[in-house]
């Protein structure tokens, strides 16, 4: 356990910056192997992926060449941990090995800012916005959701050969890569935790009677999950693979649908149970029962781990209201237009009765709910992945304080990580406001208080209150 304060005086405006700091920016990324061309003059073969497309091939040839000696060269030091990242003053380069064989570059520039001294302006860089955890945590994400739609490099090579891995890696990426908001990566990015959403008992048990009930009713269906809003009620998956699964969910398919859902969102009657509902497929046909609809039935898949091997569905994803239902269903087979009829007529009715009930308990405790001014926090448990915060606006998962508060906090997380210990660690700006971080039986707690001419004493015990009040039972610091 270890106990630290800190006054950081890099707060403080720089008044000769004459123009804001640019953005951080992908500048290049790119998939090798280097066993593909081994010999001089086949060093091309092995280069499976590289953005931007319009880079000379001689270029390309050239930073694969010079990730590649980095890499040795730092194996020389220690063939355990293989490099991951290399520093220099316009870019930093991060370096992923996520299979034998196969490794991912990411290149991101640094952001700067203009400078005017004696009538001559040049470029001063900020080498502290760019923080390696953090853009690392990206450069594993971009290859674990890969992995989950397409499976994995190599037995897409061993199966399928190296023209469709080329593919299926240029049909993923070009699109995957243009979605990046590498200027608002943060803390979020190394927890990647998820949202759950607490109800209480009786409801709790309705909604998993109902996952059984449709899991035994429909057996293709061989993994269920269920989201309200953003925020995950159960889920059959393995952790691992509902962390990428929820994070896709939550910032690509479910932004992406919402403006069409409430565009078309209407009462639909049921013909077979007579009945009214809010159902529709988010995946799948777009109305089940049009016969014509049949063609346009293309669910996508993914490839999760159930422990022996690798498993290959079908991700159906249905919703009703603000309640979601993902059905992870065999993938040998494409249902046939019946299934998702079948489908809509026996989940629609019960999902949309479902949502209005957690639609009302779920406002009673926001309403009720009422947050502190005085601080912001980040909460992580790496047991079940759980994640609170109050630092990120829920829809645009963009911060509420300062970048050099949330830099500030994955400093922390950074020396967590790297003592490998429980502790605590508290922190004062030049602008009087506090920044705590807590660490415990691998939970971690992080709060910025703004309480200004407090004394590091009373910074202390506010945070135990806070803990206290927020987080009973979670940790077990004196």
């Known amino acids: 356990m270890y106990f630290g304060y800190q006054n ?71 063939t355990e941990r293989p490099c991951e990242s290399m520093h220099t003053q316009k870019t930093r380069h991060l370096y992923l090995q996520p299979e034998k064989d196969f490794s991912i570059i990411m290149i991101i520039t640094v952001p700067f800012s203009e400078k005017t001294k004696d009538g001559k302006t ?23 959701l890969f992995k989950l739609f397409m499976g994995s490099f190599t037995s897409i090579m061993e199966n399928n050969g190296i023209d ?38 009786n409801t709790y048990l309705r909604i998993q009677c109902f996952i059984n009930l449709v899991e035994a009713s429909f057996s293709q269906i061989k993994y269920t999950a269920f989201l309200y809003n953003d925020q995950l009620v159960w889920s059959g998956l393995e952790q ?24 078309e969102t ?86 949309s009765s479902l949502a209005s009930d957690i639609g009302e308990q779920y406002a009673n405790r926001k309403g009720s709910s009422s947050a502190s001014q005085d601080f912001k926090f980040v909460y992580f448990n790496q047991m079940n992945l759980a994640q ?25 997380n950074a020396d967590f990580t790297r003592f490998e210990e429980d502790g605590e660690t508290l922190m004062k700006t030049m602008s009087d406001c506090w920044v705590v971080g807590k660490k415990s039986d691998q939970r971690e707690f992080y709060v910025v208080i703004n309480q200004k001419n407090a004394t590091l004493t009373e910074i202390n015990e ?12 979670i940790f077990f610091l004196d």
């Open 266 to 351: 209407t009462i639909k009657s049921n013909q077979t149970l007579g009945s009214t509902h809010y159902g529709k497929f988010v995946t799948g046909p777009t109305d089940p029962h049009d016969q014509q609809s049949s063609s346009q039935i293309r669910p996508p898949k993914i490839f999760v781990n159930n422990g022996s091997h690798i498993e290959e569905l079908h991700l159906v994803v249905y919703r009703a209201l603000s309640a979601t239902v993902c059905l992870m269903v065999d993938g040998s087979t494409i249902p046939p237009l019946d299934w998702y009829k079948n489908i809509d007529s026996f989940i629609g009715p019960q999902l």
């Open 462 to 473: 506010e945070v135990k209150r806070l803990c206290a009040a927020h987080f009973t039972n």
């Open 388 to 412: 609170k915060t109050t630092v990120h606006n829920r829809k645009t998962s963009s911060a509420t304080i300062s970048p050099e508060m949330v830099r500030l906090i994955s400093d922390i």
């Open 122 to 144: 040049y470029h001063e860089y900020h080498e502290e916005d760019i923080q390696d955890s953090v853009y690392s945590a990206v450069l594993k994400h971009a290859y674990k």
């Open 240 to 263: 691992d693979d509902m962390r990428i699964l929820y994070k896709y969910l939550t910032t690509s398919l479910f932004p992406t649908s919402l403006d069409t859902e409430l565009k």
């Open 164 to 201: 469709q891995l080329k593919h299926r890696l240029e049909h993923f990426y070009s699109r995957y890569l243009l979605t990046l908001r590498l200027s608002h990566s943060d803390i979020l990015e190394i927890h990647n935790g998820i949202l759950f959403l607490p109800l209480d008992k």
């Open 8 to 78: 950081r005086g890099s707060f403080l405006t720089d008044t000769m910056t004459s123009t804001p700091r640019s953005c951080v920016m992908l500048q290049q990324f790119f998939i090798y192997n280097p066993t593909l061309g081994p010999k001089e003059g086949e060093e091309e073969k092995k280069i499976l992926f590289y953005h931007p497309r319009n880079t000379s091939i001689d270029n390309q040839i050239k930073n694969v060449g010079l990730s590649e000696a980095v890499i040795k060269f730092t194996e020389t030091f220690s």
